[in-house]
């Protein structure tokens, strides 16, 4: 299942591909996310660095392998599931100039094995849960930004 989210933000796509090049960063992004735990970053997401996390479902904390497959500052970056429960899971985010400020596009390809309930299951919970996230994260870029943690530089 391929799923797209758009949001702009009123910073320049130099300092925002900036802010994800940090670790650190994605820990502040998902704070308030309570099923995200950050385990083991590499410090990098150039092309072959691993991202150990776990997302909490239910009672169960998952844990999942990401590893970097494609890095172009500051226009996108990407990273797939290596380990997890995805039978196929790739994320890619792409930074657009647009109006004065970046628009952020995440491409996700998403797919539960036929064990876990397949395209069912992947349509009824894995989306659903990944679009909720989203909405998380849209207000908390907004938050981040109205509250000078990411900061803004001129083009």
Known sequence: MKLRFEQHLAIDRETLFRFHEAPANLVLLMEQWPAFRLRQHEGTIRCGAKMHVSERIGLFWIPMT?????????????????????????????????????????????????????????????????????????????SLLQNGRISYKSP
């Open 66 to 142: 990401f590893e970097h497959f494609l890095f172009e500052p500051p226009f996108r970056f990407g990273e797939r599931q290596i380990k997890g429960p995805f039978q196929m899971c790739q994320h890619i985010h792409e930074f657009v100039e647009e109006d004065g400020g970046t628009k952020i596009i995440d491409h996700l390809e998403v797919a539960l094995p036929i064990w876990m309930g397949g395209e069912l299951a992947t349509q009824l919970f894995a989306a659903r849960r990944l679009r909720r996230m989203f909405e998380y994260r849209q207000r908390a870029y907004q």
